[in-house]
T-cell receptor, first 116, second 120 residues
Framework: AQSVTQLGSHVSVSEGALVLLRCNYS??????LFWYVQYPNQGLQLLLK??????LVKGINGFEAEFKKSETSFHLTKPSAHMSDAAEYFC??????????????FGSGTQLTVLP | GAVVSQHPSRVICKSGTSVKIECRSL??????MFWYRQFPKKSLMLMAT?????????EQGVEKDKFLINHASLTLSTLTVTSAHPEDSSFYIC????????????????FGPGTRLTVT
């Protein structure tokens, strides 16, 4: 079975500071990992994904994440936070093989607050 | 990228009535769609998998007779909340998996904008 743990339900950073959102996963199949962002009363938007290949993946809005198999982690970072980055962030892993590959298992989410 | 729409974006209904939420894939065909429920400040809870032309697959603990799902075409899935009660008030989100370009068996989920249901 697959699971995702996001450490820290709330993270606050100052504008211009480094953003680090933590995600650890457990997967019985080679993990495909995703980060999504959700703004209030909206659906989820894909930030970036890792499937295979390069372990450092770059996404939209200046975000990137590094897949570390030995640590079973996929932390999301951004060098300099903007006020517009304030949102809920979800880490997810594909649910399995075959038909389950279409599904995602989500973490509990991290609310990012950016302070002026 | 692929676009998924939901309608309505917000709905308020009286207790005991039924509400239908539509999820459409606008520029692609979706044989499968997922319905999620999200409580305030909580993660997404998968309710059911909607399959075109066949019965939906419900997650454990989700009442099939209360949350009716119909996937009558390759671009439309509907979720009907029957005899709604205040505890059904929530944010409902649908998504559709789309094969990622160039990668076999890698799917990206495209999410609808969500529907805020309030039952009074």
């Amino acid at each position: 079975a697959q699971s995702v743990t996001q450490l820290g339900s709330h993270v606050s950073v100052s504008e211009g500071a480094l953003v680090l959102l933590r995600c650890n996963y457990s997967s019985s199949v080679p993990p495909y990992l995703f980060w999504y962002v959700q703004y209030p009363n909206q659906g989820l938007q894909l930030l970036l994904k890792y499937t295979t290949g390069a372990t450092l993946v770059k996404g939209i809005n200046g975000f990137e994440a590094e897949f570390k198999k030995s640590e079973t982690s996929f932390h999301l970072t951004k060098p300099s936070a903007h006020m517009s980055d304030a949102a809920e962030y979800f880490c997810a892993v594909r649910a399995g093989w075959g038909g389950s590959a279409r599904q995602l298992t989500f973490g509990s989410g991290t609310q990012l607050t950016v302070l002026p | 990228g692929a676009v998924v729409s939901q309608h309505p974006s917000r709905v308020i209904c009286k207790s005991g009535t039924s509400v239908k939420i539509e999820c459409r894939s606008l520029d692609f065909q979706a044989t499968t769609m997922f319905w999620y429920r999200q409580f305030p400040k909580k993660s997404l809870m998968l309710m059911a998998t909607s399959n075109e032309g066949s019965k939906a697959t419900y997650e454990q603990g989700v009442e099939k007779d209360k949350f009716l799902i119909n996937h009558a075409s390759l671009t439309l899935s509907t979720l009907t909340v029957t005899s709604a009660h205040p505890e059904d008030s929530s944010f409902y989100i649908c998504s559709a998996p789309v094969p990622s370009s160039g990668r076999a068996r890698v799917y990206e989920q495209y999410f609808g904008p969500g529907t805020r249901l309030t039952v009074t």
